[in-house]
């Protein structure tokens, strides 16, 4: 009898793709977000059996697609037996998901709810679990509807109050309550985080956070300027936690490098305010290197969901070095075609380890230079916010008005939080 082998790993589930041919998504013929949302499964672990490009002419509020879009893609499923895990390229309501489930019969999930199954899977120390499951908590509680649709209303009866609840209800209830836990314990974590970075401010080490789109190369930047091993993998969010290393510079300054999670196109609100404790990394330190992928064909698109991010999060005016990474790969015309773009940024290869030099120095002149003047429009009764700041920075410009309280002051780093919502906004953000 010939010795059998059996495979060591399960076979990977299978899933069909679906993406949408809008002029959002599309950089000339290529439509990147599709082609992200493969790169996405391909990190989750899936294998893309099935995927096609669909145009819609008008959004179907019940379904996302027209009715006989949806039958043509259940009719595609037929002939893969094993097939029954349906990925769409946008984010669903809480209808069109339950509504396409019923259509097609299969698991359905959105881009946002790939993006949390992989971050599930990412998250290894407790603070990236916490965050991991308040996110997914509460992307799922609105889901909740209907998916004990089946199961009849409890019967009132003695010793009950009221008329029962539903399984729905019961399930809702632990589920806001253990969502609040969470909550509870990543505001513990915050505050954690908060005395570790006085900390660091009394030993006078300056704060650099890298920021980047997710596989931008922020993680072998880090390990590069540090000789660290932080986890790198060409894939998306190859590294969820927050990681710290401290870097000595030749003229015995000392600077913290902290690598933050990657952001992505169309990050969901909900993400953001999960990963708060992570994302305040990039908000309360001394500046940004806003790590970009030059050899990718949407580095501009790129580029801006980061800084939209960066506004949300309350960090956009820090200051900001932006490094162009991978330039070895580019072209002559790409390259040119960059630098006239950003003239500012500075091209660097964290994986040939070059142009570092030039980036430790503008690292050391933005350290030196004055903190940025933030204009405030604050509240015609809130003398108190007025008087917080000339304790405690320099204030210019102060106007007392009918309806507010205009000046510009460099505010402190653990004070920016608290004015952030009283800056006057720029014609650009306005629009």
């Known amino acids: 009898m010939k010795d059998q082998t059996f495979p060591t790993t399960p076979p990977k589930e299978q899933a069909f793709l679906v993406g949408f041919a809008e002029p959002a998504n599309m950089i000339g013929e290529r439509n990147v977000s599709f082609e992200e949302l493969r790169a996405l499964a391909d990190t989750a672990g899936l294998e893309t059996v099935l995927s ?26 037929k002939d893969i037996p094993d097939l029954h895990l349906v990925i769409f390229d946008t984010e669903l309501s809480n209808a069109q998901h339950k509504n396409l489930e019923d259509a097609f019969q299969a698991k359905i999930m959105d881009r946002t709810g790939l993006i949390l199954e992989i971050f599930a899977q990412r998250a290894h120390t407790r603070e990236g679990k916490l965050q991991v499951e308040c996110a997914q908590l509460s992307y799922l509680l609105p889901r909740l509807t209907g998916m004990w649709s089946h199961l009849s209303r409890q019967y009132a009866g003695a010793g009950t109050k009221g008329p029962g609840e539903t399984q729905l209800e019961l399930d809702k209830r632990k589920a806001r309550a253990r969502l609040q836990r969470l909550r509870e314990e ?3 974590v915050r505050r954690q985080r908060e005395i570790q970075r006085k900390a660091r401010q009394k030993s006078r080490e300056t704060a650099v956070a890298l920021v980047g789109y997710t596989n931008a190369g922020k993680s072998t930047l880090m390990n590069a300027l540090t000789n660290s091993e932080v986890l790198t993998e060409d894939k998306l969010f190859a590294t969820l936690d927050p990681t710290v290393r401290l870097y000595k510079a030749k003229n015995n300054e000392q600077y913290v490098f902290i690598d933050t999670v990657g952001f992505i196109r169309n ?3 909900g993400l953001v305010e999960a990963f708060k404790a992570t994302l305040e990394e990039a908000e309360k330190a001394d500046l940004i290197i806003h790590v970009a992928d030059a050899s990718a064909p949407d580095t501009p698109e790129q580029i801006k969901a980061v800084e939209n991010v960066l506004r ?34 500075l091209f660097i290869s964290a994986l040939e380890k070059t142009g570092f030099e030039k980036l430790l120095d503008r690292i050391n002149e933005k350290r030196k230079s004055p903190k940025p003047w933030a ?3 604050l509240p015609p009764d809130r003398g108190d916010l007025v008087a917080k700041l000339f304790a405690r920075c320099t204030v210019r410009n102060l106007s007392y008005e009918e309806d507010a309280i205009r000046l510009e002051a460099e505010i402190p780093k653990d004070l920016r939080a608290e004015y952030y919502p009283y800056r006057e906004k720029s014609q650009e953000e306005e629009s």
């Open 186 to 188: 990543l505001s513990e």
């Open 375 to 377: 204009k405030l429009k």
């Open 52 to 77: 096609l490009e669909v145009k819609i002419r008008e959004k179907n509020p019940a379904t996302y697609l027209g009715a006989g879009k949806v039958a043509e893609l259940v009719a595609m499923m």
């Open 312 to 345: 949300e999060i309350g960090a956009f005016e820090k200051p900001t070095i932006l490094a162009l990474n991978k330039s070895d790969k580019l072209s002559f015309a790409r390259g040119h075609e960059l630098r006239t773009m950003y003239p500012e940024a």
């Open 267 to 269: 990050l969901p609100h």
